[in-house]
């Protein structure tokens, strides 16, 4: 079997064995995604999610457990679809490592995107077995100077990666979490009526069951 890595903007390689995608917030052109659409075909067993933080390269100024505080938050707004979140602890691996730990953590380089998802998973089936989320350190602090309220703009990226994380794409939905359009308004979004349906359509669970 081979491996294809698509990175949004269609730049692919080959290797064995699994299928590998990366995919950034705010970023790449895309077609509308509805409620009860497919989405990536791919999904975790047992609709669960273990993770662990790298605080490596986290800002100084974020705060001693704010990020996971973040991200803890953003996981409930997910959890009202049917799955769940487990944080596992604190590690040094990096993120986008691809050795079958997911990890959620930072980066401190030049890119343009606030955060990128890593998903290695299983052709076949679309098994799930690694994701990893990234977070530029550079972006956020771009974000700071500018006056923007920081916690709201982690939040928001934690918010979207996370729905990549479980299977999502793109949404062309000026009102979803997984919008690609520039989020302008200063609210703690949670993932919309829109995405939730979308997850519990990847993960196929009946909005009666919860």
């Known amino acids: 079997m081979s ?3 698509l990175v949004v903007k269609s730049r692919r390689w080959r290797h064995g064995g699994w299928v590998v995608l990366t995919l950034a917030a705010l970023a790449g052109s895309h077609r509308p995604v509805l409620a009860g ?23 100084a100024w974020m705060g001693e457990g704010k990020a996971l505080a973040l991200i803890a ?10 799955v769940r979140f487990r944080y596992e602890g604190i590690t040094d691996k990096p993120p986008g490592a691809m050795d079958r730990v997911n990890v959620i953590g930072w980066r401190q380089d030049g890119a343009k995107h606030s955060a990128w998802t890593h998903w290695r998973a299983r052709r076949s089936t679309g098994a799930t077995m690694e994701a990893d989320i990234t977070l530029y350190a550079n972006v956020f602090d771009e974000y700071r100077k500018r006056g923007l309220n ?3 703009e982690l939040y928001k990226s934690i918010v979207h990666e996370l729905g990549h ?16 359009r520039v989020r302008t308004r200063p609210e703690w979004r949670l993932p919309s009526d829109n995405d939730l349906a979308r997850c519990r359509n990847n993960y196929r669970v009946a909005a009666a069951e919860l």
């Open 150 to 152: 920081i916690e709201l």
């Open 73 to 82: 938050r953003a996981a409930d707004g997910w959890e009202a679809c049917g």
């Open 165 to 180: 994380v479980l299977g999502l794409a793109h949404s062309d939905r000026a009102g979803d979490s997984m919008s690609v």
């Open 3 to 5: 491996l294809t890595v």
């Open 37 to 59: 659409a497919s989405d990536m075909h791919l999904r975790w067993g047992e609709a669960s999610y273990g993770y662990r933080y790298n605080p490596t390269h986290e800002p």
